[in-house]
Nanobody, 124 residues
């Protein structure tokens, strides 16, 4: 079975940084496109970033472009989300997700597997 486990969340002050990790198991990590989503209380789940299986093509939501960086290490079956210049609006539960294929997708409906989430809280 496919499993995704996120880690690295925490409480930081505005302007600070965090690096989230997502460990993938169960299938060949390199065959999947990985994505990060986030959800704040009372809001819809929001796309953050994705990185494709075919090469390492990346795509970011406008809200995080220039501040967040997604990367993957296929040898370690791990995807990362480096978050810099954090602002309070970044506060959310962050989810790692995976889907088979290499096409860029930004809708959570297109992702097949999900982690349990890791909380990121940014204070003023």
């Amino acid at each position: 079975q496919v499993q995704l486990v996120e880690s690295g969340g925490g409480l930081v002050q505005a302007g600070g940084s965090l690096r989230l990790s997502c460990e993938f198991s169960g299938h060949t990590f390199g065959s999947y496109t990985m994505g990060w989503f986030r959800q704040a209380p009372g809001t819809e789940r929001e796309f953050v970033a994705t990185i494709t299986w075919l090469g390492s093509n990346t795509y970011y939501a406008d809200a995080v472009k220039g501040r967040f960086t997604i990367s993957r290490d296929n040898a370690k079956n791990t995807v990362y989300l480096q978050m810099n210049s954090l602002i309070p609006d970044d506060t959310a539960l962050y989810y790692c997700a995976a889907r088979l294929g290499y096409t860029i997708k930004t809708n959570s409906y297109d992702y097949n597997y999900w982690g349990q989430g890791t909380q990121v809280t940014v204070s003023s």
